[in-house]
């Protein structure tokens, strides 16, 4: 819904179904993945930082490209240290590859 939505209205009327009660975006890998490239792609901050921690308080193992959206989305949000952090953790603690759009996130 939030990919076809045709006015900002429409994209904030759909996102706002993951601020009911009970919803866990971090529950399957799909989902969060979806939830964080549309908040993304409609550069809306407040719902990034909610998916942010939220992924925080989870015990989701992102995939290397889900590490690439938390990087991308971190840096939207101007974290820097935040983007140091998750390359980190992809690396050394998770010992995953990073591929060229990993790479390309942390420019």
């Given amino acids: 819904a939030v990919r076809k939505a045709r006015t ?4 904030r009327q759909a996102l706002a179904l993951l601020d009911r009660p009970g919803v866990n975006v971090c529950e399957d890998d799909i989902l969060f993945n979806t939830v964080l490239d549309a908040c993304i792609r409609r550069r809306d901050s407040d719902h990034l930082r909610k998916v942010l921690n939220a992924y925080d308080r989870s015990h989701l193992q992102p995939s ?9 989305a971190s840096s ?5 240290s935040r983007c140091n952090e998750l390359f980190r953790e992809m690396v050394e603690q998770r010992g995953l590859q990073p591929n060229d759009i990993t790479f390309s ?3």
Avoid: N, S
Avoid at 64 to 72: D, E, P
């Fill in 8 to 11: 900002p209205a429409e994209a």
């Fill in 64 to 72: 290397v490209h889900t590490y690439g959206l938390l990087i991308k």
């Fill in 76 to 80: 939207q949000l101007k974290l820097a």
């Fill in 105 to 107: 996130c942390m420019l």
